[in-house]
T-cell receptor, first 115, second 110 residues
Framework: DSGVTQTPKHLITATGQRVTLRCSPR?????VYWYQQSLDQGLQFLIQ???????AKGNILERFSAQQFPDLHSELNLSSLELGDSALYFCASSVYGGGATDTQYFGPGTRLTVL | QKEVEQDPGPLSVPEGAIVSLNCTYSNSAFQYFMWYRQYSRKGPELLMY????GNKEDGRFTAQVDKSSKYISLFIRDSQPSDSATYLC??????????FGKGNQVVVIP
């Protein structure tokens, strides 16, 4: 168990809908990362927050947004969902948010299915 | 061309064999190289990391980096059924933004 929690574990929804995925980082970690894992693209970095502020952006669609709250938990909002958004969404956390030794610990993921 | 290439083919080996996995990359700005292991229905977990060319050993695992060829490898000696998992290479510029390969599913047959 990495100490990172994600809810829900599974989510099934319809095209055009909006969902929110939640992540609680490990105790003491200030940085949260969101990744999307699909068979086609593999594991892709979406966005990073550090202590409440956006630190880096990757291949995140404009329909997606995220935030990190004062208690350091994070939410990833996915809107106008399309079939192609079906994937595993992982949250990871680390202490600092930078540096090779700042290990990212991954949560168990949320499996999103868009029908 | 993707930044990190990892042939995603599955790999089945008998118990005790050596498993050899590799990735290539195109961006010479990558400084840090990692291997993650992902068990079925779990999140990835860091197995090894290195930042210099050469070999790094940790028990039965050896990570190898050749920066001149932009090529990294992971070797698993004396493979065990518990090593059955997907192995992903990952690379970083140092800002902690990771670029992953697609992963290799390894099955170790008892």
């Amino acid at each position: 168990d990495s100490g990172v929690t994600q809810t829900p574990k599974h989510l099934i929804t319809a095209t055009g809908q909006r969902v929110t995925l939640r992540c609680s980082p490990r105790s003491g970690d200030l940085s949260v990362y969101w990744y999307q894992q699909s068979l086609d693209q593999g594991l892709q970095f979406l966005i990073q927050y550090y202590n409440g502020e956006e630190r880096a952006k990757g291949n995140i669609l404009e329909r997606f947004s995220a935030q990190q709250f004062p208690d350091l938990h994070s939410e990833l909002n996915l809107s106008s969902l399309e079939l192609g958004d079906s994937a595993l969404y992982f949250c990871a956390s680390s202490v600092y948010g930078g540096g090779a030794t700042d290990t990212q610990y991954f949560g168990p993921g949320t499996r999103l299915t868009v029908l | 061309q993707k930044e990190v290439e990892q042939d995603p083919g599955p790999l089945s080996v008998p118990e005790g064999a050596i498993v050899s996995l590799n990735c290539t990359y195109s961006n010479s700005a990558f400084q840090y190289f990692m291997w993650y292991r992902q068990y079925s229905r779990k999140g990835p977990e860091l197995l090894m990391y290195t930042y210099s060319s050469g070999n790094k050993e940790d028990g039965r695992f050896t990570a190898q980096v050749d920066k001149s060829s932009k090529y990294i490898s992971l070797f698993i000696r004396d493979s065990q059924p518990s090593d059955s998992a997907t192995y992903l290479c990952a690379m970083s510029y140092g800002n902690n933004r990771l670029a992953f390969g697609k992963g290799n599913q390894v099955v170790v047959i008892p």
